[in-house]
């Protein structure tokens, strides 16, 4: 019966049917395409101004590949003098991602540009060089010799070959920088073509390490404490329940809070946070609770911005605030390579963007080897490093459930 339908119903019908379908698909290709831009924008913003690394090296290594392929589609548009990097897909959904010195690269999602560079004028200024003199974390200097005794060098040096090898070809590693550090020096390290030493790399989630580290700080001088609540102002009103949050449950990653970290999902909650969203506090803010705070362990990035816009929170002034990480962990450990950026709002991106050499990454993992010591001050409270520490263990003391795995019957 359906043959006799006249032709200007089945094309109204296959009409009806395609705004349907792009009402549905179109917004989620375009959060898509935004996502992408934004990507590539700010990681090869980051890889050449912060990394000092060829354009042509990012574009192969780090912007194609498996996984990455639908970043083809994309066009960048790099500006040497301003140093700045825009992306778009056919002339669509286009993002900048801009350096400053210091700062690294954010992002800009709309913000005015000439007054994001202004933010940075004049905040920091040279900071002096390392001791060439001075042997590693103290000075620049890594004396190489054979390996420490009770070390079995062959297997170690086996190791290391295996870190960097490439047995398939269709899943490579990637491996760019090793250093070993023993008994409070660097034994051995090793870098892929096109890195070296000095080289700035992405912490990725390693970066949480140092935001834990910046909290502990203010811990320490009195400004937070890990009882406090209603901690975001998303979460004081009188009755939100996300004010009962504390501070201590956001460093544990227990605080309920809603957020998708999977990254099957190109849009999950930390795809559109880290790379569409100008303000990834308060994207993760927003979030709602969905499970009674420090019941449930979930490993969430959003939590760590969210705890990045609280330490914000401490300091009267923005200039500040952008010069405590420098102030405080970078420049007391020596790590003279590194670089925490700012997303669009001001909020330091702690979750995912800090850059250092392989070097001073291992300067950050000596601090917490020695429990927040360093060479004869304290950069983080004493004893801090081990509360850290042992977040794992008290999750399991108190049997709280992961939020990825089904609970036991």
């Known amino acids: 019966?359906?043959?006799?339908?006249?032709?200007?119903?089945?094309?109204?019908?296959?009409?009806?049917?395609?705004?349907?379908?792009?009402?549905?698909?179109?917004?989620?290709?375009?959060?898509?395409?935004?996502?992408?831009?934004?990507?590539?924008?700010?990681?090869?913003?980051?890889?050449?101004?912060?990394?000092?690394?060829?354009?042509?090296?990012?574009?192969r290594q780090d912007l194609s590949g498996p996984g990455l392929e639908a970043l083809g589609l994309f066009t960048p548009s790099v500006d040497t003098d301003e140093k700045e990097v825009s992306a778009a897909v056919f002339g669509l959904a286009g993002q900048t991602s801009i350096y400053r010195e210091g700062l690294g690269?954010?992002?800009?999602?709309?913000?005015?540009?000439?007054?994001?560079?202004?933010?940075?004028?004049?905040?920091?200024?040279?900071?002096?060089?390392?001791?060439?003199?001075?042997?590693?974390?103290?000075?620049?200097?890594?004396?190489?010799?054979?390996?420490?005794?009770?070390?079995?060098?062959?297997?170690?040096?086996?190791?290391?070959?295996?870190?960097?090898?490439?047995?398939?070809?269709k899943r490579p590693r990637g491996s760019r920088a090793l250093v070993v550090v023993y008994r409070g020096r660097i034994v051995a390290e090793r870098y892929a073509d096109g890195f070296d030493a000095h080289t700035p790399l992405i912490g990725w989630s390693m970066s949480k390490t140092g935001t834990n580290v910046l909290v502990g700080l203010r811990v320490q001088d009195g400004?937070?404490?890990?009882?406090?609540t209603r901690l975001m102002p998303e979460w004081r009103g009188p009755d939100d329940p996300r004010g009962a949050i504390t501070l201590n449950e956001l460093m544990r990653m227990t605080s309920g809070l809603a957020f998708d970290e999977s990254?099957?999902?190109?849009?999950?909650?930390?795809?559109?946070?880290?790379?569409?969203?100008?303000?990834t506090a308060r994207f993760a803010a927003e979030k709602p609770l969905i499970h009674e705070p420090g019941t449930v362990w979930s490993y969430s990035s959003g939590t760590t911005n969210i705890l990045a816009a609280i330490v914000r929170e401490t300091?009267?002034?923005?200039?500040?605030?952008?010069?405590?990480?420098?102030?405080?962990?970078?420049?007391p450990l020596g790590m003279r390579t590194a670089t925490l950026p700012p997303d669009a709002s001001g909020t330091l991106m702690g979750s995912s963007f800090l850059y250092a050499s392989a070097r001073d990454w291992a300067r950050l993992g000596l601090l917490f080897v020695q429990d927040g010591m360093w060479?004869?001050?304290?950069?983080?409270?004493?004893g801090l490093g081990r509360v850290f520490a042992k977040a794992d263990a008290t999750i399991a003391a108190q049997r709280l459930r992961r939020a990825d795995l089904a609970q036991a019957a």
Request: net charge negative.
């Open 223 to 228: 400004a937070l404490a890990l009882d406090d």
């Open 315 to 331: 300091f009267d002034g923005e200039r500040e605030y952008l010069r405590f990480p420098h102030d405080r962990l970078f420049a």
């Open 105 to 169: 690269c954010t992002l800009i999602d709309g913000r005015d540009e000439a007054e994001l560079r202004a933010e940075a004028e004049g905040l920091f200024p040279p900071a002096p060089p390392l001791d060439r003199d001075a042997e590693w974390p103290d000075g620049a200097r890594v004396t190489k010799g054979p390996w420490p005794e009770g070390v079995d060098g062959a297997a170690a040096a086996r190791a290391i070959e295996a870190i960097f090898a490439e047995p398939d070809p």
């Open 1 to 59: 019966m359906f043959l006799g339908l006249s032709r200007n119903f089945w094309f109204m019908l296959a009409l009806i049917v395609l705004v349907t379908a792009a009402g549905i698909v179109g917004p989620r290709l375009y959060r898509m395409a935004l996502l992408g831009s934004g990507y590539m924008a700010q990681l090869l913003c980051s890889g050449m101004f912060v990394s000092g690394r060829d354009y042509e090296d990012l574009m």
């Open 375 to 382: 060479r004869g001050g304290t950069a983080l409270a004493g």
């Open 263 to 279: 990254y099957d999902d190109k849009l999950s909650d930390v795809s559109q946070m880290l790379f569409t969203h100008g303000d």
